[in-house]
């Protein structure tokens, strides 16, 4: 059938909800776990934390989830981190994008991991598992978020090793980059931890909370919500461990209306 037929199907057509992109850059980190680039709209704009629907174009309709960006607000092309299901209707496909193919990146950016939704603090703790990091990627090549914080603690918790995505670029590259190497010199703590395989640390983030682990390492006083304030990323399991841990020691949480001393990232791929 002759594609600009007027019975050709609407197939191809992508939905005004969405900008079309083009995939610039693929990395596989592990069989779970991959980051891709793509071009960006320049009428796309987006907030450090926020997530935005992405997918492709499957049988004529937009297969799209939820994704954190990774990439800052600031720069040229935007990037996301993403698990890899095997039966998973998007990523069992998306784990096979290649330069230059199309991904669908939505028009409207949202999410609650904003600086804004929290009140002022002194330190700034990131909880991610899994793929959760991606939000805090962006957050901390954000200068703002860096004068907002005498401190940024990002505490990563994977299953493997090699599911720490970005590691070497958040402990070698970012502290030497030209404009934000200063900024995060002495601000910027990273703090991995590893359950399934022999770590440094092998705790996950509950345990490395209930027991004062994490703020012991890292020369900080106990968490308050006096001083502290969080962000998590990660599964419901995760969240659902987490919340009354954070409310037991007096945290409460904020969303776009009510800023608060916790903010939750409900919003996960798991397929
Ligand atoms: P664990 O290996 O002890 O299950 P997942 O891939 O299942 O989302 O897990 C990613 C990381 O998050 C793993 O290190 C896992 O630890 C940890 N994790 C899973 N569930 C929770 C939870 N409820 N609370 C804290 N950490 C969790």
């Known amino acids: 059938m002759d594609a600009n037929s007027p019975t050709a199907p609407a197939a191809s057509k992508v939905p005004p909800a969405f900008f079309e992109q083009k995939v610039t850059w693929v990395h596989h980190w592990t069989e779970k776990l991959f ?87 002194k330190t700034l703790f990131c909880f991610a598992t899994g793929t959760g990091l991606a939000p805090f990627m962006s957050l901390i090549r954000e200068p703002e978020v860096f004068e907002k914080y005498d401190r940024v603690v990002v505490q990563h918790t994977v299953r493997e090793v090699a599911e720490l995505a970005y590691r070497d670029f958040i402990t070698k590259d970012l502290p030497e980059h030209e404009l934000l190497g200063e900024m995060v010199a002495g601000k910027l703590l990273y703090y991995p931890s590893v359950t399934r395989e022999p770590f440094p640390v092998q705790l996950r983030s509950t345990a490395l909370i209930e027991s004062g682990k994490l703020c012991a390492d890292l020369g900080l006083p106990a968490l308050s919500p006096e001083t502290d304030r969080v962000m998590m990323c990660g599964s419901e399991a995760f969240n659902a461990d987490m919340i009354p841990l954070l409310e037991a020691r007096g945290f409460v949480e904020g969303n776009n209306s009510n800023p608060g001393s916790f903010v939750v990232e409900k919003a996960f791929v798991t397929k």
């Open 35 to 121: 980051s891709f680039r793509c071009t960006r709209d320049p009428h796309f704009r987006f907030v450090a934390g926020q997530f935005v629907m992405i997918g492709l174009m499957v049988e004529g309709k937009p297969l799209v989830r939820a994704y954190s960006v990774v990439s800052a607000p600031w720069e040229e092309e935007i990037e996301f981190l993403s698990i890899k299901v095997q039966n998973g209707p998007l990523t069992s496909r998306l784990q096979h994008v290649q330069v230059g193919d199309s991904v669908l990146i939505g028009r409207k950016p949202t999410g609650t991991l904003l600086t804004e939704n929290l009140l002022p603090g």
